[in-house]
C-alpha cells in the first residue's frame, strides 16, 4: 500500500494516509492504545486539510471510531455528517472481562484500563451524528445517552451464496474428503483460543469421541490470538489444549480429530454444508459472521448460552443452547443431536429461514444501511439549504 497512494476498487477512489511515526517506547502502558489512535487520527488529520485545499468536501464520514481516525474530521469539515461503527464498548463488569475464571488475571484497576481504551469512543461520540451497530446486545454495551444515536443493523451476508448443498464435498490438498454422509461435527475460530470457547470444546472432545466411535471432528481455525491475552507459555492456544485433553484420547481416537487450519472461503463454505452438528462458543462478545453463515447454511446448531448469540439462536428453533462452562454437557449434547435426524432438518430449516429474514445483505442489511448512510447525507444538505436560505 505504501506504493499506492490512491487507487480504484471496483469503481471508488481509494486514498491511503500514512502515519509520520510509530507509537513511542515507554510510555505508560495505559496510554499506548491512546498514543497509536492519536498517531493514526493526526494523519488522517493532516490527509484531510490537503484534500480539502484541492476542494473535497465530503456530505458524510463513516468510520470506525476505536481505530482513532476519525477523532480529528470535524476539525477539517466542520459541516459534515459524522456517522461511527459502534462494535462494542469496554465494561469491566458483564461482558467477556472476567466472565473466565480461569484466565482472569488480577489488576490494579481494570475499570481503570477500560476507561482509557474507551475514551477515544467517549471523545468521539460527543460530536458524531449517528452510528450504528450490528446486533442489539452490542448496542447495549453502550450508555444510554450513547445508545440514542445507535441504529441497529447487521452487516450482513449473502443467502443466496450461503446455502445448503446435499451434494457437497469438501477435498483437501491432502487427500482427505469428507461429505454430508459423514458423521461430521464442525467448530470454527479464526484463531484457536478460549474466546470463542475452543478451551471447552477441546475438553468435551474425550466424552465425545467415547461416545461417538464413527465421528470425525473438523476444526477451522489458526494458532495465533485474535482476542485476550496470549498463552502463558511458548505453546500456542491450540498446543496447550491439544496437551491438556490428548492423554485422554486413544491414538485411534485421536486420528478421528483433524485441525484444518485456515481453509479458503469457498472450503469453509463447503464444510458448513456438510456438517451434521456445528458446534459455536464464545465469551458475551462480539458476535462471529460465522454463526450466521452457519445459520444460513442450514446447519444444526449447538451454541452456547451467552449473548450475543441469544439474539440469534432461539432455544430449539434455530439451534440449541448449552451453558458455554459446561464440557459434558456439550458432549453429551452433541452426542443427542448426532442421534435426531429428523431434528437436525427441522432447526437447520429454521436457522436457514431466521438468517434470510434478519440477515440477509441484498434484501435486509445493505438497504437499511443505505438508508442510514442517506438519511445522514440528506441531513447535511438539509442544514446546507437552511443556511442557504437564511442569506
Known sequence: MANRPSFQWQGVNVHT?????????????WLVDMEAKTIRAEAVLRWGMAAKEKGFVPQVVIAHPSWGESLFIKHVWPDTRLGL????????????????????????SVD??????????????????????????????????????????????????????????????????WSANDELVTFV????????????????????????????????????????AKPPGPDSWKQVFINEVRGQISDADWQRVHFLGRLSY?????????????????????????????????????????????????????????PFFDSQAWAQAIHTLLDQPDERARMGGLARQHAITHYDLQTVCLPRQLEWVESLAKHQLSQQHAVTGSK
Not at 494516509?17 to 502502558?29: E, L, M, N, Q, V
Not at 461482558?95 to 484466565?103: A, G, I, K, L, R
Not at 445517552?145 to 491432502?174: E, S
Request: net charge neutral; charged share 20%.
Open 112 to 177: 481503570s484500563r477500560l476507561l482509557m481504551k474507551n475514551t477515544v469512543n467517549l471523545i468521539q461520540d460527543s460530536f458524531a451524528d449517528a452510528a450504528i451497530s450490528p446486533t442489539h446486545w452490542q448496542a447495549a454495551t453502550y450508555a444510554p445517552h450513547m445508545r440514542q444515536k445507535i441504529t441497529v443493523v447487521h452487516d450482513g451476508i449473502d443467502t443466496q451464496q450461503i446455502r445448503p448443498d446435499p451434494h457437497a464435498r469438501l477435498r483437501l490438498a491432502d487427500g482427505k474428503s
Open 266 to 322: 469457498p472450503q469453509f463454505l463447503t464444510m458448513l454444508q456438510i456438517s451434521r452438528v456445528h458446534v459455536y462458543l464464545t465469551y458475551p462478545f462480539v458476535l462471529s459472521w460465522s454463526l450466521i453463515e452457519a445459520m444460513s447454511s442450514g446447519c444444526a446448531i449447538l451454541a452456547s448460552d451467552t449473548a450475543p448469540v441469544r439474539e440469534v439462536i432461539i432455544e430449539g428453533q434455530t439451534g440449541r443452547l448449552v
Open 17 to 29: 494516509y500514512f502515519p509520520k511515526r510509530g507509537s513511542a517506547p515507554g510510555i505508560h502502558p
Open 189 to 228: 475460530s479464526r484463531n484457536l483460543e478460549p474466546y470463542r470457547g475452543y478451551h471447552v470444546f477441546m475438553r468435551a472432545l474425550p466424552a465425545l469421541l467415547r461416545l461417538r466411535p464413527h465421528a470425525q471432528v473438523l476444526l477451522v481455525g489458526a494458532d495465533g490470538v485474535s482476542y485476550g
Open 85 to 108: 461503527f459502534y462494535e462494542m464498548f469496554y465494561q469491566a463488569h458483564g461482558q467477556d472481562v472476567h466472565f473466565d475464571p480461569e484466565f482472569s488475571q488480577p489488576e490494579l
